[in-house]
């Protein structure tokens, strides 16, 4: 037993003291630079799991305040992670295409709507897969053979609505003007599917999970 204190005291003199960067409060600066993990995904083969980080607009280094961005990563081995998209690009929803040779996100570009866009994982550049002429993107899933995406949309445009609207007439009735999603089907291949079909459902749908025939 004494060999064994002396050990732990030689021990705990060898450590070095903690350095005041270490052992300060933290500050308000502080929590505007906390970054998070978001979604994360992970390869069919288990090979690559893709994740997003989750950052504010640091104020107080005079960056204009804002809503949270996500910048796209991946690890394919272990402590190897790399950024896979340009720093400005925010994306969501994340996964990977049923062959595992892309990565997915939905993603708003310049001029466009929120659409599904995908990037090599073997490195290139990004590209749009799927999109509807007019509404945003929420979610989507893709056949076992990775031939068709299901797209889930926002309502159609109402232009009466629109103009009412321009005109003044801007008032929120609850519950009476609800916007039910919409749910499209869309071919993927080398050209992004120009006319995605509308798929009838009744009510309102929130989410999408295939089977797997």
């Given amino acids: 037993m004494t060999f064994t204190r002396t050990a732990l005291l030689a021990s705990a003199l ?4 903690a350095s005041p960067a270490l052992s300060r409060e933290l500050t308000e600066q502080d929590v505007a630079r906390i970054e998070s993990t978001g979604t994360v995904a992970v390869s069919q083969d288990g090979s690559h799991v893709a994740f997003t980080t989750v950052r504010y607009p640091d104020v107080t ?7 949270a961005r996500q910048q796209l990563a991946m690890a394919d ?14 994306v969501s929803q994340i996964g990977f295409t049923p062959d595992g040779s892309m990565i997915t ?3 708003t570009a310049d001029g466009d709507r929120r659409a599904l866009w995908g990037i090599p994982v073997d490195g290139g550049s990004h590209r749009k897969l799927a999109g509807i002429d007019g509404a945003s993107v929420s979610g989507y899933a893709f056949t076992p053979d990775g031939s068709t995406v ?21 008032a929120e009735v609850f519950e009476e003007e609800f916007a039910f999603n919409r749910v499209f089907e869309a071919s993927l291949g080398d050209l992004v599917d120009t ?8 009510g309102h749908v929130d989410s999408l999970q295939l089977a797997p025939s």
């Fill in 61 to 67: 280094r005079g960056e204009d305040d804002g809503r």
């Fill in 105 to 107: 996100f939905l993603w």
């Fill in 195 to 202: 006319a995605p079909r509308e798929i009838a459902v009744p």
């Fill in 14 to 17: 060898a450590l070095p003291l």
């Fill in 150 to 170: 299901y797209l889930l949309a926002g309502a159609a445009p109402d232009r009466v609505r629109d103009d009412e609207e321009d005109a003044g007439f801007d």
């Fill in 77 to 90: 081995r272990a402590m190897h992670v790399r950024d896979y998209l340009p720093a400005d690009m925010s």
